[in-house]
């Protein structure tokens, strides 16, 4: 019966092809057909959205924190300079009140540029990198120069799925995969999409692989996943324009049901509701049992 046909059935008949069709086999003759059962386990599946992964040049993020390492040396030894023109000033006035007055303007001056180049370095780069230490962002582009490391940004459509991913798994081909941990929001939009994007860090070997420029699809979980039981896919029989699934109910008694609502999950099928877990689903031999409904067929197998 093909599945265009059976939506013009009248509602009674579509009850008739939806109930559950049981058949009995006695241990012997399961043994003989190599039917296998397994229980059935809980499981849950997420919905998902499709995402951007962009690799970043992060020279720019280099040369602003070479200017920031000769900052922090300038402003460091203009305030030593300060501090000790005016301490010579107080002790016998060797050095003259001018001379103090431009050694504070200079170390306040160069503290100001350090200042900035922190700010830019939130404005350009976003919070995530702006909190870490001077050691450690040194440390982020040593292994960014190195390959060890890169940095990618995230985005989707009107930044769909970005408000609660952790981590992300970014597929390269061929059997080869590079996680992702993100690290914060992104500081500019990415207008195409409108999006407001997410900044990650791939490291470790594979983050070699992340050449600059390179843009490939991910996926977003979005959360708020439907829970149910993992109909494993060995067990499913596509039958009538549904999906059925034959269970076991006694030593020698199996019911088909067919499975609604489902939702793809990982090794099968996720139902949320007409199973149960610890149910024993047939995982081997779905297909005879499904022979076996006509009993001149059941019969025929039990006379070999």
């Not at 990415?190 to 997410?198: D, F, I, Q, V």
Request: hydrophobic residues 50%; proline residues 6%.
């Amino acid at each position: 019966m093909r599945y265009g046909t059976l939506r013009m059935l009248p509602l009674a008949l579509l009850l008739a092809a939806a109930a559950p069709v049981r058949v009995t086999l006695g241990p012997p003759l399961q043994r003989k057909l190599a039917i296998v059962t397994a229980p059935l386990a809980a499981g849950a599946a997420t919905t998902s959205v499709g995402g951007i992964a962009r690799v970043l040049d992060t020279v720019p993020l280099a040369t602003l924190d070479s200017d920031m390492a000769v900052a922090v040396a300038t402003a460091a030894a203009s305030q030593a300079e300060a501090s000790r023109s005016a301490a010579l000033h107080a002790a016998d006035a060797t050095v003259a009140l001018r001379t103090v007055e431009a050694a504070r303007a200079q170390a306040r001056g160069d503290a100001a540029r350090l200042l900035l180049l922190r700010r830019r370095l939130g404005l350009e780069w976003g919070a995530a990198i702006a909190r870490l230490s001077d050691r450690q962002r040194s440390a982020l582009v040593a292994s960014l120069a190195a390959g060890r490391a890169a940095l990618v940004r995230i985005d989707s459509a009107s930044g769909a799925g970005l408000a609660h991913v952790g981590a992300v798994m970014l597929d390269l081909g061929g059997g080869m995969s590079v996680p992702l941990r993100i690290l914060g929001p992104a500081r500019t939009a990415e207008a195409r999409l409108t999006s407001p994007g997410l900044l990650a860090i791939a490291q470790g070997r594979s983050a070699a692989m992340l050449s600059v420029g390179l843009s490939l699809p991910v996926r977003l979980p979005l959360g708020g996943g439907a829970s149910g039981v993992i109909v494993p896919a060995s067990a499913l029989l596509r039958l009538d324009g549904g999906t059925w699934a034959w269970i076991q109910r006694g030593p020698a008694q199996f019911e088909r049901r067919l499975i609604e609502g489902a939702r793809p999950a990982p090794g099968g099928l996720l139902a949320p509701g007409g199973f149960a877990v610890g149910e024993q689903v047939v995982v081997r031999g779905a297909s005879v049992l499904h022979a076996a409904e006509h009993p001149a067929t059941a019969a025929a197998a039990d006379e070999d």
